[in-house]
Structures are given as C-alpha cells and as structure tokens.
C-alpha cells in the first residue's frame, strides 16, 4: 500500500491493528501516530479538527467505560496504490460497563453493547478525515434512560453552563480535500437505488430486494428478522420527516473471496420533522441524519443489513428548535 508500512498487509490490517493499539492497549497517546494533525472528525453530535479533541474524546469515552473493548466486525474499503488515497468503512461493537461519570450521569456499572461505524480518509498511514457514528440511543436504554428525555436534560444542562450544544448539520461542516469516488459494482449500485427508493415510498423496490428472512441490526440496539419488520423500521423514519432530502453520500461495493457481496454507504437525509414516526410528535424541526449502512447481498439480495443513526442527536436539534 502506497505510504503505508509494510507492516500492514492490507487497509482492513491497518485498521484493526491501529483500533487496537490505540484502544484496546489503551495507547491513546498512539492517536498522534495514527491522525494526521489537521483531521476532520465529524459525529452526529458535531465536528471537530486537530488531534488533542480526537484524545480528548477518545479519554472522556474510557473514563465512563474503562472496559470498553472495540471489536472489529468488519473493514469494507475503497482505494488504490495509484493514488495513495484509501477510504475505509469500519464497523465496531464494543461490549462495555458504564462505570464512570460523564455525559450518560453518574455510573450505573450496568453492562452495555454498543456499535459504531467509522468512515474514515486515508493517507501516508493517517486518518485525515472521518464520519463517525455512534448508537447512542442504545446505551442510554441499557443504562435505564429514554432518549428524548435523555436529550432534553442534556441541552438543557449545556445551556445552563452558557455552552451551545453541539450537533453536526452541513451549516458547519467544512470541506476536505477527499473526493468521493463513483462506484460501478453492481451489487452496491443495487442497495443505494434501493435505499433510494425507500425514500421515495417506492417500497416495492425494497420488497423486491431484501430476502425475507433478512437479518437486521438497527439503531437502538434492536435486533430484528424480516423484511416486514424492515419496513416498519424505515417507514417509521420517513413517516417523521415527510419532506426528506436523502442523498447516498459515499458508497463502496466489495467482492472478496470466501466472503458475500458486501456494501458501505454513507448517507444523510435533510427535512423537517413534521410526522409522528421514529422521534415522537411532530416539532416542525430541521433535522439532518447522518447514516451509515453496511449490507452483505446474496444470490441478487440483501441477506444482511447493519443501519446506523444517532438517535441522541436527531433529539438534540429538536430539543434545540424548541427551546
């Protein structure tokens, strides 16, 4: 790989061998050797830039879960060594205890299982630019919370502190050097115009394309079979925002040996809360979602889907909205 020590054999390699010196050896000061100094990290909860807020956030994450572990399940990846430019899709689950205080309260020591998905830039052997999301909404259920209510106490407590809270909307992105590549693969061009269409309510696409007996994982930390019980999970989102711009920001279709056809897509949706659905009553907020998907395809079909949302900050510019 092009800028990348030989030590590492392949981006997946990179990835988990770096996810673990970092984390799972707690070297967090190992982040400097693996961040470029002027990354972009943008979360559901907002954006930052530069190293010290990648080990500041990475250190206020293992002072609530000193146990956690970041279990990588799967890297699907885009890239070559023509231009040293690689583009990596990294899902984890973290099995953790909140033992410690910070933005979830005061430790509860209740066991959590979590996943995040983290879309990251590559090059010379550093992340320059990542999308990262975290399912939130999970652990505050296992800790015993509800999310909105989660949410409110949350901006509620920043504004007592004179802070604006946080959230991530494309009002303060700020634009990278990455441009995103146009993918080909068949497979993957077949899961975006099927998310597409869902969007549309053209739900006899999605019909069409999942197996019935598809498994799911979905946000809140919901496990689900069928694709009846896909449906309900979507049309719950677009039920709550009936005017919904949805766009498949970035997509990568992988054919590897031994393995079924695997699909990465980053997504974002931008509208107006103005349905009941996934996020309570309607508020009249503007909303953005930031997605990400991974799905294993099968004999023309999606046989396995895995669907990220930040629930928590979906709530966080509602709460906002209302004042």
């Not at 770096?18 to 979360?43: C, H, K, L, P, Q």
């Amino acid at each position: 790989m092009k800028g990348f020590d030989p030590e590492y054999t392949s981006i997946p390699d990179y990835i988990l061998k770096s996810t673990m010196r970092i984390w799972e050896e707690r070297g967090v000061g190992r982040i400097r050797d693996f961040y470029s100094a002027d990354n972009i990290v943008r979360t559901a909860m907002g954006l930052t830039e530069g190293i010290d807020a990648v080990i500041a956030a990475t250190n206020e994450t293992l002072h609530q879960f000193p146990d956690r572990r970041l279990l990588g399940e799967d890297v699907i990846w885009t890239g070559d060594d023509a231009t040293g430019e690689y583009y990596s899709s990294h899902r984890i689950v973290s099995p953790m205890h909140h033992d410690g205080n910070g933005m979830f309260g005061p430790p509860t020591g209740l066991p959590v299982k979590a996943r995040t998905i983290a879309d990251t830039v590559l090059r010379n052997e550093k992340v320059c630019e990542e999308w990262l999301v975290r399912d939130h909404g999970a652990i505050i259920r296992q800790i015993g919370g509800d999310v909105a209510e989660f949410a409110a106490q949350s901006v509620a407590a920043a504004v007592d502190r004179g802070r604006k809270p946080d959230v991530f909307t494309p009002d303060v992105d700020i634009a990278g050097s990455y441009v995103t590549p146009v993918e080909t693969s068949e497979h993957a061009r077949m899961y975006a115009a099927t998310l597409e269409a869902i969007w549309q309510s053209n739900l006899a696409v999605a019909n069409a394309n999942y197996n019935e007996a598809v498994a799911l994982e979905l946000p809140g930390g919901f496990t689900e079979s069928g694709k009846t019980a896909g449906t309900k999970f979507w049309m719950s989102l677009i039920s709550a925002v009936p005017d919904a711009q949805f766009s498949v920001d970035h997509l990568i279709g992988r054919d590897d040996p031994g393995r079924p056809l695997r699909v990465a897509a980053r997504w974002s949706v931008q509208g107006t809360h103005d349905g009941a659905g996934a996020f309570g009553d309607a508020s009249g907020a503007p909303i953005y979602i930031l997605g990400i998907s991974h799905a294993e395809v099968i004999d023309g079909q999606i046989a396995r889907e895995w669907v990220l949302i930040d629930e928590l900050a979906i709530h966080r510019q509602i709460c906002l909205f209302k004042g």
